[in-house]
């Protein structure tokens, strides 16, 4: 039987493709951005982080406070789900990734 997926975001997430930096703890680490919204972001990553665990999300434009939702095992990485907090939020008219796919996702 199929799971029928609830969006829950307040705001459309869009597709794209950019280098980032993650801080966690005393240590940095490259990912690659997938998909952002104003209240999140989905990233590459090559090691688990914790669920809740702290990062900052640095690209760019942008450097933002966030919060691990989710961090799921696939095939040759990790996909990190964000949550910015403290107030941080993606502001397209601030800042664009590379290869920014403008039509949200239906993911």
Not at 10 to 25: D, Q, T
Not at 39 to 45: M, N
Not at 77 to 102: A, V
Request: glycine letters at 6%.
């Amino acid at each position: 039987m199929a799971r029928t997926l609830i969006e829950r975001r307040k705001s459309p997430r869009y597709l794209c493709s950019h280098i980032v930096e993650i801080w966690h703890g005393r240590e940095t680490t490259a990912g690659l951005l997938e998909d952002l919204s104003a209240e999140g972001a989905a990233i590459a990553f090559e090691a688990p982080l914790d669920r809740d665990e702290l990062v900052v999300l640095v690209a760019g434009g942008l450097q933002a406070s966030a919060r691990v939702r989710y961090c799921t095992r696939r095939e040759n990485d990790y996909r990190l789900g964000l949550e910015f907090t403290s107030g941080s939020r993606w502001q397209p008219h601030q800042w664009r990734p590379d290869h920014l796919f403008l039509r949200p996702s239906n993911e």
